[in-house]
């Protein structure tokens, strides 16, 4: 009785604690930061209480010093973002008051008719066309759905997707554009796909519930000419790091020279050839906590940093240096974690040289599940995953089901398959019973598909793909290796998304129903991530007190005192109504929601209590990855030159998103 009692008090503590993190949540988002910089704020959206009105400008809009008069300041270029101060009628004209910055005041007016509502921060990128068809943009709604009631909708998108890529597109098709061939980064190339309008509806040529979306690009700058490069000397250079995260501890002995042979086989079959020096490799073991077994040596060892000294040679000489640990950890599970983030994110692992850039990661454990022992706390296998997506880098998990580790296979293999998503990609192998030889062989089929892809791309091609099964290692890494070769051409040659558009496109392929060609970002100032961060440091604290029945019981209102505390603005959230009212606002119209956001107090109450309490560790372990965006300079954009440093934006992936 005293056991289910306690269960239930943390039940509703934790209970508790959700509404009050969602509640907080939704106070960073529905009151914008302000400045001393501006007495007057922009105008709200109408039916809202705390939501900034922005709209986006029409081709050669004009910004002038009064409504309908006054002198020309400047004429704008199509979807430069404007707060709006105030709307006024002249002789039955409209005219906005606006300006870019909120903090900085209005600028100038300009008529309504060349401006365009824009009433939300999410945003699309592309994703990498690799392994699907390039999406086309249509011309609008109307037309979009006559297209789709074609009979052969298949060929008759064909037909247009040919005459797009042709650039052969005539006045009356009702398609406007289309995805460039290259990957396009998003993060590191700044474009911005603002969501207009957003509509839920269901492919009738799949039946699978899809977005239609009406979006415009804005390109952070006007064009430039682009550098002259050629494609097929670009292709000619592009090169690939490998690097293996190999698990030492006491079990790995004969996994390890399986590595060590696959590798001499390879070195053997480039030797001399010039797609060798194309090659370079690192290496690096990992363990488990030390402090828990300090004769386990390290958690994790560089011994071999990847650079473009990293020949095969020297690889092979580096893993005669690996050894297996001569103690037992203090569980099954090993610190994989910690290891494949020293592969991404240690000062000698030099990603930059590569344009194919691969992890290898091979174990028969389990990762150790994030927390205070794990090297890396709070950080989870999803987080991780999405790092290593942004860095270009693709995992691949040779997972070794050895009979010793049988009650750890599915929720390890579960573990690991997140981990190797790269792109709608998946490369997690399983070895039933253990079995080094098919190790060997599962590497040796790796580095052969990539040698082949490497001998076409020296000359000045893209590898088609052979292998249609994409549950093999050379499946994987035919379909991976074309997405990283079009990554690396829209790099090198500074592929551009279409200069100028609006338009309409769906969230899912319209055959494909495995294709996913867009992704949805929040462009966010750092002062909204700044504030999100200190109130999530804060929900997590109260939260794990309240859980530990440390709190002094009224979690709820200590809460709203947290974020009248650190919300940087001058509103006085501790009055702010239900849950309901507040979220309601802020999400009504979005086209997309996050996973604490969908959760009612409904839902909650149907939740065990360690499920509430995995609530919890996904904030902290989200909190960390969202530290690292907010600590990197290099991330953060001047939409608007000369702006305060609170005011420079990002693209943050809403599955990074509480």
Do not use: C
């Amino acid at each position: 009785m005293t056991s289910h009692n306690a269960a239930a008090r943390s039940g509703a503590a934790l209970s508790i604690f959700v509404r009050g993190v969602l509640t907080l949540f939704a106070l960073v988002w529905l009151f914008p930061g302000t400045s001393a910089l501006s007495a007057r704020e922009p105008m709200l959206i109408p039916g809202k209480s705390t939501l900034y009105e922005r709209i986006l400008t029409r081709p050669d809009a004009e910004l002038h010093s009064e409504p309908g008069a006054g002198t020309l300041i400047d004429t704008l270029p199509a979807f430069e973002i404007f707060y709006v101060w105030d709307d006024k009628d002249i002789d039955g004209q409209r005219y906005l008051e606006v300006g870019r910055s909120s903090s900085q005041g209005p600028e100038g007016w300009m008529a309504k008719e060349r401006t365009i509502p824009w009433r939300q921060s999410i945003v699309v990128g592309f994703n990498n066309p690799a392994n699907r068809e390039r999406t086309l943009i249509y011309r609008s709604r109307p037309e979009f759905e006559a297209l789709f009631e074609h009979e052969n909708i298949a060929a008759v998108l064909e037909e247009l997707r040919a005459g797009a890529i042709a650039g052969g597109l005539r006045p009356e098709d009702p398609v406007v554009s289309i995805e460039p061939e290259n990957y396009v980064d998003i993060t590191s190339q700044l474009y911005i796909l603002p969501i207009l309008e957003a509509h839920e509806f269901r492919m009738p040529t799949t039946r699978i519930r899809s977005k239609l979306l009406r979006i415009a690009s804005l390109p952070k700058n006007r064009p430039v000419p682009k550098r002259s490069v050629d494609r097929d000397e670009a292709l000619r250079n592009f090169k690939v790091g490998i690097t293996f995260v190999i698990d030492t501890t006491k079990s790995m002995d004969p996994y390890i020279q399986a590595v060590r042979k696959a590798i001499e086989r390879f070195s053997a079959l480039i030797a001399d050839n010039p797609e060798g020096e194309r090659f370079r490799f690192g290496l690096v073991g990992f363990r488990d906590n030390t402090e828990l077994v300090p004769e386990l040596e390290y958690v994790t060892k560089v011994f071999l940093p990847l650079n473009e000294d990293s020949t095969p040679d020297k690889f092979l000489e580096a893993i005669t240096h690996m050894e297996p640990a001569t103690s037992n950890s203090s569980g099954f599970n090993e610190d994989a974690i910690a290891g494949v983030q020293t592969a991404l994110n240690d000062e000698s692992m030099n990603w930059d040289t590569f344009g194919g850039r691969y992890i290898i990661l091979v174990t028969d454990a389990g990762p150790r599940e994030s927390g205070d022992a794990a090297a890396y706390g709070a950080l989870a296998v999803s987080e991780v995953q999405q790092r290593a997506e942004e860095e270009k880098v693709s995992i691949f998990t040779m997972h070794l089901k050895t009979a010793s580790g049988r009650f750890d296979h599915t929720p390890a293999e579960a573990a690991y398959r997140a981990l190797s998503q790269f792109q709608g990609n998946q490369s997690y192998f399983g070895a039933d019973g253990g079995d080094a030889a098919t190790l060997e062989r599962r590497i040796s089929d790796l580095a052969t598909s990539l040698t082949g892809q490497v001998q076409v791309a020296m000359d000045g091609e893209l590898a088609e793909i052979t292998e249609e099964d994409e549950t093999t290692a050379e499946g994987q890494a035919q379909r991976i290796g074309r997405a990283m070769l079009l990554a690396y051409l829209g790099r090198t040659e500074e592929t551009a998304v279409p200069e100028i558009f609006e338009g309409w496109v769906t969230d899912r392929d319209p055959i494909d129903r495995r294709a996913h060609p867009l992704q949805p970002f929040l462009l966010i100032t750092r002062n909204q991530l700044s504030t999100l961060h200190d109130v999530m440091e804060e929900a997590i604290e109260l939260g794990l007190r309240t859980v530990s029945n440390e709190g002094d019981g009224d979690f709820f209102t200590n809460l709203r005192e947290a974020a009248a505390r650190i919300s940087r603005d001058r509103l006085d959230v501790r009055s702010a109504g239900t849950l309901g009212d507040l979220m309601g606002e802020y999400l009504e119209g979005l086209p997309y929601t996050s996973l604490i956001a969908n959760i009612t107090p409904e839902d909650w109450a149907g939740r065990s209590a360690p499920e509430k309490y995995a609530v919890v560790e996904q904030m902290r372990s989200r909190l960390i990855a969202l530290r690292e965006i907010h600590d990197d300079a290099d991330r953060w954009i001047e939409l608007v030159p000369d702006v305060p440093d609170g005011e420079r934006v990002t693209l943050v992936p809403l599955s990074l998103m509480p």
